[in-house]
C-alpha cells in the first residue's frame, strides 16, 4: 500500500482570496492531494478547526502528517502545540511557501478562465465557493507527474475515490438548467430555473 512505504507526509499551508472571500489552501508532498476549506475569518480557531479535519482526513486512510510549513502567519504558540507531536515549520517575513504559493496560482487561474466563460457580472458567495470545491475537486481526480503514483490520482489514494466517469453527462459551471421539484396534480411547475454549480459525485449529481 502506498501509506506504508510512504507513511510520513508533509502539508504546506497558506490563506488565499477569491472576490473577498477567504480560503485556507493545503497541500501535501508525495500524494499532492489539496483542500480548500471557506472560512469566515483567519483566526485561530478557525485554522485549528480547518487542520483537524485535514488531519483527520489522511489518518483515515493511514497516513501521519509529521511536518506543517506555513508562512509568519502561523507563528502561534497555541498551534504549535496543538499540532505536535508534528513539527511546525514557520518561514521568514519575506520567504514565501513555494509549493502552496503555485498550487494557489494554479487554483486561481483556473478560477479565472471559468468565470471568463460565463456570462455572469456577479458572483455569489455559494458560486465562489462551490467553483474553487470544483476546481480543487478536479485537480485531485486526476493523478499528478511528481507523486508517489503516476497512475492513481490523489483523490483515489486519500479518499478512496473511483475514476471520474466521463461517459457521464456532466454540465459546466454556471450552466442553466430546469431542476425537477416532483409531479403534482395541479397547474404548478414541475421544475424551477437553476445555475450549475459543481459535480456533487461520480454518479451524476450537480
Do not use: W
Request: with cysteine; net charge positive.
Amino acid at each position: 500500500m502506498i501509506s506504508e512505504r510512504h507513511l510520513n507526509i508533509a502539508l504546506y499551508m497558506d490563506f488565499f482570496f477569491v472576490n473577498g472571500n477567504i480560503f485556507l489552501h493545503t497541500k501535501t508532498n508525495k500524494v499532492n492531494f489539496l483542500t480548500a476549506q471557506y472560512c469566515t475569518s483567519r483566526s485561530l480557531r478557525t485554522i485549528m478547526t480547518v487542520l483537524e479535519k485535514v488531519i483527520n482526513k489522511y489518518a483515515c486512510r493511514s497516513f501521519n502528517i509529521c511536518d506543517f510549513h506555513g508562512d509568519n502567519e502561523f507563528d502561534k504558540n497555541v498551534l504549535r502545540n496543538f499540532l505536535t507531536p508534528a513539527l511546525l515549520h514557520i518561514y521568514g517575513r519575506e520567504e514565501h511557501v513555494g509549493t502552496i504559493e503555485r498550487s494557489i496560482r494554479t487554483v486561481k487561474e483556473r478560477f479565472r478562465s471559468m468565470c471568463s466563460n460565463v456570462p455572469y457580472r456577479r458572483f455569489i458567495i455559494l458560486m465562489v465557493r462551490s467553483l474553487v470545491e470544483g476546481i480543487i475537486a478536479v485537480l485531485n481526480a486526476f493523478p499528478s507527474k511528481n507523486a508517489v503514483s503516476t497512475t492513481i490520482s490523489p483523490a483515489t489514494i486519500v479518499e478512496g475515490k473511483p475514476k471520474l466517469d466521463f461517459k457521464r453527462k456532466m454540465i459546466p459551471f454556471g450552466a442553466y438548467a430546469l431542476v425537477y421539484t416532483g409531479t403534482t396534480n395541479n397547474n404548478k411547475p414541475r421544475a424551477v430555473p437553476a445555475i450549475s454549480l459543481r459535480m456533487s459525485n461520480n454518479a451524476g449529481g450537480h
